[in-house]
């Protein structure tokens, strides 16, 4: 694993998610599916996409008390999904029950990742909403090494975080990144952005790319360009 392109599907329906796979006839995209269409759809979509080939990291960014999320886990790691995630706000306590409720009597399981601080929570409403009055690089940085601590495999965070990340977790620990956009390509409503050829020297394990191939004039053509500048095939 690493190394990879994974395509945010955010469409609101299985409809739209599937006509836009089936256009790549070539190598399948690894997709991921998030709240939107989980909720509109439920497991199934999963299931169908999974069977169409797709590696699938699932997006959900589970939050609640570890008992509970414990279960949920219990329950998701029976799709067969590659990826899944919690937030690591849940505590290190939360995220060791979510590692146990992932792992398969076999001990096979998903890889687990946490997300950090949101790429839309700026210091200002850290410091005001959740009232953590310490720099917002440090509380990323301290969030990801609870994960680590907890047992996970890697953390959700901005590609410009990726090599303290790894500077200070570990080279193994994976660093899935959104927040890619190509050159001239416009921000949207992300703010800290890479190109997927910066995020292959910041040495982001994996980039979540959405609107630069989803919105594209021609998507397979905007995911093999973001294959060639970040995976360089
Ligand atoms: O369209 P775009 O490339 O901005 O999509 C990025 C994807 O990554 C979206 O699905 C968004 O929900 C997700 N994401 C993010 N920032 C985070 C966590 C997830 O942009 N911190």
């Not at 699938?56 to 999904?81: C, E, Q, W, Y």
């Not at 995630?85 to 979510?98: I, S």
């Not at 910041?202 to 360009?225: L, M």
């Amino acid at each position: 694993m690493g190394k990879d392109v994974i395509v945010a599907c955010d469409f609101p329906n299985k409809e739209q998610t599937l006509a836009f796979l089936e256009q790549f006839t070539g190598r399948k995209p690894f997709v991921k599916i998030g709240m939107e269409l989980f909720y509109a759809e439920g497991p199934d979509v999963v299931r169908e996409i999974k069977a169409r080939g797709h590696k699938i990291f699932l997006d959900l960014k589970l939050h609640d008390i570890p008992n509970t999320v414990k279960s949920a886990m219990r329950v998701l790691t029976d799709l067969g999904v590659d990826i899944i995630n919690v937030h690591a706000a849940g505590t290190k306590a939360m995220m060791a029950a979510a590692l146990e409720g992932l792992t398969r009597e076999d001990g096979s399981r998903p890889l687990l990742i946490a997300v950090t601080q949101l790429t839309s929570t700026d210091q200002k409403a850290m410091e005001e909403d959740l009232w953590i009055e310490k720099p917002l690089p440090d509380v990323v940085m301290h969030y990801a090494q609870c994960t680590k601590e907890a047992g996970l495999d890697g953390v959700v965070c901005s590609p410009l975080e990726a090599k303290a990340v790894h500077g200070a977790c570990g080279e193994g620990f994976l660093t899935v990144t959104p927040g890619v956009r190509f050159a001239e390509s416009a921000a949207g409503d992300q703010k800290r952005i890479m190109t997927p050829a910066q995020a292959r020297i910041e040495g982001c394990d994996y980039i979540v790319v959405g609107r630069p191939i989803t919105r594209a004039e021609d998507p397979v053509a905007a995911y093999e360009r973001c294959c060639r500048e970040y995976i360089g095939e």
